[in-house]
């Protein structure tokens, strides 16, 4: 299975991307993550300073793409919530000291996840990925996939890795599983809509 996980960056949009703003979040069941780059991205990573990135999923790992062909759909479960693609779940395993993260790959585990994974409003009031108050951030691994990995409160970005911001943008395509296990049920988030 594979998820589609874009994030855009605080610091500004590409420019060929329409401006967001507060006033155009929506609420959709379904929605993406992307990823719009600042180019503050160090060179171990430079090509995230360009183009439109997707989290997508490879070999259990949370990945990013420019292809959105190979992003996935994503749903939010339960009240408790949990973010995942039917019974496949986000799953954080924060590590490391306390002001370096360990730079672990976040992972998709069957019919389990992380809680509390949620779409939180941020400070521009733009729906964003949330977990403990913690940051994201994308590095490059041994098979030269950029993955995504979690910065818990009081840890510093990684040198080699990107400082990155998930925003939830809204889908309209696709259909959720009703989940009879720990993830619960569908709910809708706030989302922003986006044009191709």
Not at 47 to 70: I, Q
Not at 72 to 99: D, E, F, R, S
Request: include cysteine.
């Amino acid at each position: 299975m594979q998820f589609t996980l874009a994030s855009l960056s605080l610091l500004g949009l590409a420019s060929a991307a329409p401006t967001l703003t507060a006033r155009s979040v929506s609420t959709f069941p379904t929605f993406n993550l992307m990823y719009t780059p600042n180019g503050n991205a160090p060179a171990p990573v430079a090509e995230l300073n360009s183009g439109t990135w997707y989290l997508a999923a490879s070999n259990s790992r949370a990945v990013l793409t420019s292809d959105l062909h190979s992003a996935g759909l994503l749903y939010k479960y339960g009240t408790n919530p949990h973010i995942a693609q039917a019974a496949v779940g986000i799953t954080i395993t924060p590590g490391g000291t306390a002001t370096v993260p360990d730079g672990k790959a976040i992972e998709f585990i069957n019919n389990n996840g992380t809680a509390p994974m949620d779409i939180q409003l941020n400070a521009s009031g733009l729906p964003t990925l949330w977990h403990n108050g913690g940051r994201f951030q994308a590095c490059k691994g041994g098979s030269g996939e950029i993955f995504l990995s979690y910065v818990q409160p009081g840890q510093r970005f990684l040198a080699s890795c990107a400082a990155i911001e998930l925003r939830a943008v809204c889908t309209e395509h696709g259909v959720g599983e009703q989940l009879k296990g720990q993830l619960g049920k569908i709910i809708d988030v706030a989302c922003v809509p986006v044009s191709d």
